[in-house]
């Protein structure tokens, strides 16, 4: 997945091999440590905040999710520390492959010192569903899974009609860091009548090149609204999009076809349903270009 600040929601690992089949602990965990926004929001999702010790400092959390965790410890800043994890005595940790990603050593140490740990790795909507019915059961709350996912998968927009739309999702750097075709967002721009010109990456998040996003000719571009490590804000991201010379001729430049959405509703988690309200006027305004 991503190196995100994080872009989801799963056949889930843990440490290792593939756990995504195997049986929860019987005994359901009551000392939660969520590494992620995501998995944060997944836990307040379901009803169980009380089982929360310890989160990340929340960077992209929806503002009801803030104030469910408003008295939940933060752990401390910077790179994250397994012994510092661990003196929370913790019975499951949570987080994206992100993580580990950013911090490849961290789930081999937690589990050195017996930490459970459960990182997150979505392929798809369904894994999506997959991983939140999984994580119901761990946490005592199938109920609050079930019944989400049931509402979640009514609310998904119906297949449409009509020329497709090229969209090129731009995270942020130099080279460009995006979307590909195992992230759940490629799956709703289908379902938008869109394409993800980087669908056919078998990859979650990747990083291409500027002359790969030019041959793409999207017709669209969405840009997360985020800084992150040092990398431009949206305005910047912004200006270097339209600076970008081999760009210059795409139809998603030459019609000042960007948008910006938040980070979250692209990423692995509950927030991406509210992508398709977000995308689809743009949608429909790059469709009218390309029908001209």
């Given at each position: 997945?991503?190196?995100?600040?994080?872009?989801?929601?799963?056949?889930?690992?843990?440490?290792?091999?593939?756990?995504?089949?195997?049986?929860?602990?019987?005994?359901?965990?009551?000392?939660?440590?969520?590494?992620?926004?995501?998995?944060?929001?997944?836990?307040?999702?379901?009803?169980?905040?009380?089982?929360?010790?310890?989160?990340?400092?929340?960077?992209?959390?929806?503002?009801?999710?803030?104030?469910?965790?408003?008295?939940?410890?933060?752990?401390?800043?910077?790179?994250?520390?397994?012994?510092?994890?661990?003196?929370?005595?913790?019975?499951?940790?949570?987080?994206?492959?992100?993580?580990?990603?950013?911090?490849?050593?961290?789930?081999?140490?937690?589990?050195?010192?017996?930490?459970?740990?459960?990182?997150?790795?979505?392929?798809?909507?369904?894994?999506?569903?997959?991983?939140?019915?999984?994580?119901?059961?761990?946490?005592?709350?199938?109920?609050?899974?079930?019944?989400?996912?049931?509402?979640?998968?009514?609310?998904?927009?119906?297949?449409?009609?009509?020329?497709?739309?090229?969209?090129?999702?731009?995270?942020?750097?130099?080279?460009?860091?995006?979307?590909?075709?195992?992230?759940?967002?490629?799956?709703?721009?289908?379902?938008?009548?869109?394409?993800?010109?980087f669908a056919d990456l078998d990859q979650d998040w990747a990083t291409v090149s500027w002359e790969a996003v030019a041959q793409a000719d999207p017709d669209l571009i969405v840009?997360?609204?985020?800084?992150?490590?040092?990398?431009?804000?949206?305005?910047?991201?912004?200006?270097?999009?339209?600076?970008?010379?081999?760009?210059?001729?795409?139809?998603?430049?030459?019609?000042?076809?960007?948008?910006?959405?938040?980070?979250?509703?692209?990423?692995?988690?509950?927030?991406?349903?509210?992508?398709?309200?977000?995308?689809?006027?743009?949608?429909?305004?790059?469709?009218?270009?390309?029908?001209?």
């Amino acid at each position: 997945m991503r190196h995100l600040a994080f872009g989801s929601i799963l056949c889930m690992i843990a440490c290792g091999p593939d756990r995504s089949h195997e049986e929860p602990p019987t005994s359901s965990p009551t000392r939660v440590v969520s590494l992620h926004d995501t998995t944060t929001e997944m836990v307040v999702l379901l009803g169980r905040t009380d089982r929360l010790v310890a989160i990340t400092e929340p960077r992209f959390l929806s503002d009801e999710a803030l104030r469910a965790v408003t008295d939940v410890p933060r752990l401390p800043g910077g790179p994250l520390s397994a012994e510092a994890i661990a003196a929370l005595h913790p019975d499951l940790v949570l987080g994206t492959d992100v993580v580990g990603e950013q911090q490849p050593s961290l789930p081999a140490e937690l589990a050195r010192i017996g930490v459970e740990t459960w990182f997150m790795d979505p392929v798809g909507l369904d894994g999506l569903w997959q991983v939140t019915a999984e994580l119901g059961r761990r946490l005592d709350a199938s109920p609050a899974a079930d019944a989400w996912i049931a509402r979640a998968r009514r609310s998904l927009p119906a297949p449409s009609g009509g020329p497709v739309v090229d969209v090129f999702l731009y995270d942020c750097c130099d080279p460009p860091f995006t979307a590909g075709g195992r992230a759940p967002v490629t799956e709703l721009l289908d379902r938008l009548g869109a394409r993800n010109v980087f669908a056919d990456l078998d990859q979650d998040w990747a990083t291409v090149s500027w002359e790969a996003v030019a041959q793409a000719d999207p017709d669209l571009i969405v840009v997360h609204d985020y800084p992150w490590q040092g990398q431009a804000d949206v305005a910047g991201k912004t200006a270097r999009l339209r600076g970008q010379s081999l760009l210059a001729a795409t139809p998603a430049i030459q019609h000042d076809a960007i948008i910006t959405v938040p980070l979250a509703v692209t990423l692995e988690g509950p927030r991406v349903l509210e992508l398709p309200g977000l995308l689809a006027p743009a949608i429909d305004r790059a469709r009218d270009e390309v029908d001209r």
